[in-house]
């Protein structure tokens, strides 16, 4: 209990501190005149209110990724405690924050011309294909996903509330939400949405202070608990728990609230503060998970034995963490938990489809240099995607899926690097000192050590030996050093 607590207050007190940092050497500007004004087109150029812009921004980089994804993280073991806070302090807050912020400054532009922006034409090219195919793969998964769990929760009767019902009206709904102007669906929904996540967060907080059953303390976590998994501790904990730390995804969302933001010195409390949240919350839903096990009287000599079994289905043998998670908040918050649970497993995957859809269609309107403001314009360019999207849910997504996780990472090391170039540059115009660019170089060398050793060890990548994967994944970050601190010198 005391590394859980510990945990909460360094997240906390990284928003204070090293948020306020980080806001000092991007230098924001509360003179400025920001995009939703100077480019308001009353589609995805609104001014909006502040406190909708944060918990927007919450529920787009969200979703079940800071519940689902830190439940399966803790079977590592406490060594996810320290990924959460540290992932999230220096890495994941700060690449939301300067991706946002970098965005804001280039008039709300997509990842894609950020990076090309930055690293050259080539990485912005590959970008626009990456990013745009791992918008659909979220959208398309995001369909079925929620239908799958609205189909075991609802009684059906015919069509009538089956699997292929809740697709129509889920796809029906991402369709609306990502022509719509943002502030008439998204803008007026995804506050309550947010405050629904939030409130559950809490309320499992009250519960892990006071239900039966042990929390690991950190002192165990250098060592990998996890029952079954063929990674090893490094790298696996820091691809399975991305949004509760550091998330490529999040850089795809964070220019839809840089175009509606009224004002740059909003944007800790929007960006990295959003990220901080999100931490908290995965940190809550890990400290819970591993506590609920330990109290639960199944299968397992350890709590994390335990845990695995509670979110196995015993007819397929499939782990489910929304099983867990429906669990968790009927007997610590009984009906209101039972609401919450729908909600968090439910609603909060949705809210990451839509935006990804959103998000696709701007990034495809950013390089096709086709304005939004017509109706018809955003059919045009949203057609071929959800075409797509509809494709591929028929697809069976369980080797498909293996790989997104590595490629949402990989998106995080594309967004460092340009983040860690712009900020040379900007130090080498305007004279600040060259040790800022330490708060970007230092994150894209850490997730480029993981992304380079994941891919050479993983099944589904390379199935290295760690050890080799170890002194080939050091030669390739040492090139990356080498090559950056080369050019630092020559500008």
């Known amino acids: ?50 406190w909708k812009v944060y918990l927007i921004q919450f529920l ?15 079977l590592f073991g406490p060594a996810a405690f320290l990924w959460i806070v540290l992932g999230c302090i220096f890495g994941g807050a ?25 690293l050259g034409n080539l990485p912005r090219q590959l970008l626009r294909v990456l990013s745009l195919v791992l918008m659909i793969v979220v959208g398309a998964v995001f369909v079925t996903t929620p ?27 991402y369709i609306l939400a990502t022509l719509m102007p943002i502030d008439k669906i998204i803008g007026k929904i995804y506050p309550a949405f947010g405050v629904a996540l939030l409130a559950m967060a809490v309320g499992l907080t009250y519960g892990i202070f006071t239900e039966e059953g042990q929390i690991p303390e950190i002192t165990e976590a250098f060592t990998n608990h996890h029952p079954k998994s063929v990674m090893p501790l490094f790298p696996g904990l820091f691809i399975t728990i991305a949004c509760g730390a550091v998330s490529g995804f999040h850089a795809t969302q964070s220019p839809m609230m840089a175009r509606c933001m009224k004002n740059e010195k909003y944007g800790r409390p929007i960006f990295y503060g959003s990220m901080i949240t999100e931490g908290i919350v995965a940190m809550i839903w890990a400290a819970a998970a591993i506590k609920f096990a330990d109290s639960l009287n199944v299968a397992g000599d350890t709590p994390y034995e335990k845990l695995l079994n509670a979110m196995t289905i015993p007819e397929t043998g499939k782990l489910s963490p929304a099983l867990l998670v429906n669990n968790i908040c009927n007997n610590w918050l009984g009906s209101v938990g039972a609401v919450l649970a729908v909600l968090g497993v439910v609603a909060a995957p949705i809210t990451s ?55 949402n990472q990989t998106l995080s090391v594309f967004t460092l690097w340009a983040i860690t170039v712009w900020l040379g540059l900007r130090c080498r115009r305007d004279g600040h000192s060259k040790y800022e660019v330490l708060i970007g170089l230092i994150p894209a060398l850490w997730m480029t050590t993981i992304c380079t050793s994941y891919i050479l060890i993983a099944p589904e990548g390379f199935s290295m030996d760690p050890d080799y994967a170890y002194t080939i994944t050091a030669v390739v970050v040492l090139g990356f050093l080498g090559s950056f601190l080369s050019w630092y010198k020559r500008i």
């Open 1 to 50: 209990m005391i590394s859980f607590t510990s945990a909460l207050l360094c997240l906390i007190l990284g928003y204070l501190l090293y948020g306020k940092l980080v806001d000092h050497i991007f230098g924001s500007d509360p003179t400025r005149t920001t995009p939703c004004y100077t480019c308001q087109d009353g589609v995805d150029y609104i001014p909006m209110a502040t």
């Open 60 to 74: 787009n980089i969200a979703g079940t990724g800071p519940i689902f994804g830190a439940i399966q993280g803790i």
């Open 94 to 118: 700060m690449h939301d924050y300067m991706s946002g912020m970098i965005s804001l400054r280039m008039n709300g532009a997509s990842l894609p011309e950020i990076v090309g922006d930055n």
């Open 147 to 173: 239908a799958d769990l609205l189909d075991a929760m609802v009684p059906t009767q015919g069509f009538l509330f089956s699997k292929n019902f809740w697709v129509i009206i889920i796809f029906a709904y």
């Open 353 to 407: 489809g839509d935006t990804a859809f959103r998000s696709a269609r701007l990034i495809a309107a950013d390089f096709l240099h086709y304005k939004q403001n017509k109706v018809y314009k955003r059919v045009l360019l949203s057609l071929p995607l959800f075409i797509l999207a509809a494709v591929l849910m028929a697809v069976n997504f369980d080797i498909l899926w293996r790989y997104f996780a590595w490629t």
